[in-house]
Structures are given as structure tokens and as C-alpha cells.
């Protein structure tokens, strides 16, 4: 099942891919407000479980214990529906990525295909790093693909742009 708030900018789904996936979204690349409300959503939500004697799994190694190996750690994807007509097409697309630790999807989610070349860029890691970092490292990056991209769009190299792994 999916439960949601009245804006419906904050969902629960149970029984997904993990045990649950909590979701902050909005329009508009406001992330300080996304995260904020995925932090006041979650903490709501787990203060629930434990008022009736339950919590999430987590160890003091691994951190939280999910089903799906890619999400242990932190268990937060970060992700921005970006277009990028010129980067995504750029032979350099994905190790940029890697060197960011960022990933693309599409906008389908896991094993999908961007189309009309937009994107799901998200942390690729969830382990080792705090959901600040991980959260700071998605806005550092989309803020660099922009730049790339339109440095692109104005014919310019990007070369001195790219990060060096």
C-alpha cells in the first residue's frame, strides 16, 4: 500500500522494492525543502513504529538493514529528473558520473531508459557517507551538469570542468 500526505509530496509505499520507501518530491529543484520534509516525514513515521513497539533494523557496520543490497547504509537515493540533450549524448557522460558517485536512470527508476534524454541522477553510493553528505553531493553535482550542459550549449569545451577521478 501507498500512504500520503494531503499534498501528496510525501509518500510511504510498503512492500516495494524494500520493506518500505519513504518519498519526499516536488518540482522545482527546491532540495533543502524535499530533504527537510523527508526528515520531519520520517521521523513522524518511525516515531509511530516505535509508539507500537517496533523500529527499523539497523546495525552500528552496515547501518539500516534492507532488502536490497545497493541500498544498505543510509538507504537514501537522492535523485533530480534532469534533461541533458547534449551531456547525456556526451562519450564522457558516465564516468563523469562515476567521478561524481553519482548514477543515471531513467525516469521509470531501476533498469529503465532515459527518454528525450532525461534523466534520474541519484547518489550511486548509500554506504560510508551521512544523508547530508550523500543529499550534498547529489546538489553539488546537478549543479556541475548544468554548468556542463550549458557550457555544451554554447559550443564551449567542458573539459576543465570535468573532475578528475
Given at each position: 500500500g501507498i500512504w500520503h500526505n494531503?499534498?501528496?509530496?510525501?509518500?510511504?509505499?510498503?512492500n516495494e522494492e524494500d520493506?518500505?520507501?519513504?518519498i519526499s518530491m516536488q518540482k522545482g529543484g527546491n532540495m533543502k525543502e524535499v530533504f527537510s520534509r523527508f526528515c520531519e516525514g520520517l521521523n513522524s513515521f518511525e516515531s509511530a513504529m516505535k509508539s507500537a513497539n517496533n523500529e527499523f533494523m539497523w546495525n552500528?557496520?552496515?547501518?539500516?538493514i534492507l532488502t536490497c543490497p545497493s541500498n544498505l547504509g543510509t538507504g537514501i537515493r537522492a535523485g533530480v529528473h534532469m534533461k541533458l540533450p547534449l551531456l547525456g549524448k556526451d562519450d564522457r557522460f558516465v564516468s563523469i558520473l562515476k567521478s561524481l558517485q553519482l548514477q543515471?536512470?531513467?525516469t521509470g527508476g531501476v533498469d529503465?531508459?532515459?527518454?528525450?534524454?532525461?534523466?534520474?541522477?541519484?547518489?550511486?553510493?548509500?554506504?560510508?557517507?551521512?544523508?547530508?553528505?550523500?543529499?550534498?553531493?547529489?546538489?553539488?553535482?546537478v549543479n556541475l551538469l548544468v554548468e556542463m550542459e550549458k557550457g555544451l550549449e554554447q559550443g564551449k569545451s567542458i573539459k576543465n570542468l570535468i573532475p578528475k577521478s
Open positions: 494531503q499534498e501528496k509530496n510525501f509518500l510511504v509505499w510498503v520493506h518500505i520507501r519513504v552500528e557496520h552496515l547501518g539500516y543515471k536512470r531513467g529503465t531508459a532515459a527518454t528525450d534524454c532525461v534523466f534520474d541522477v541519484s547518489n550511486s553510493d548509500c554506504l560510508g557517507y551521512s544523508e547530508i553528505e550523500l543529499v550534498q553531493k547529489v546538489i553539488d553535482g
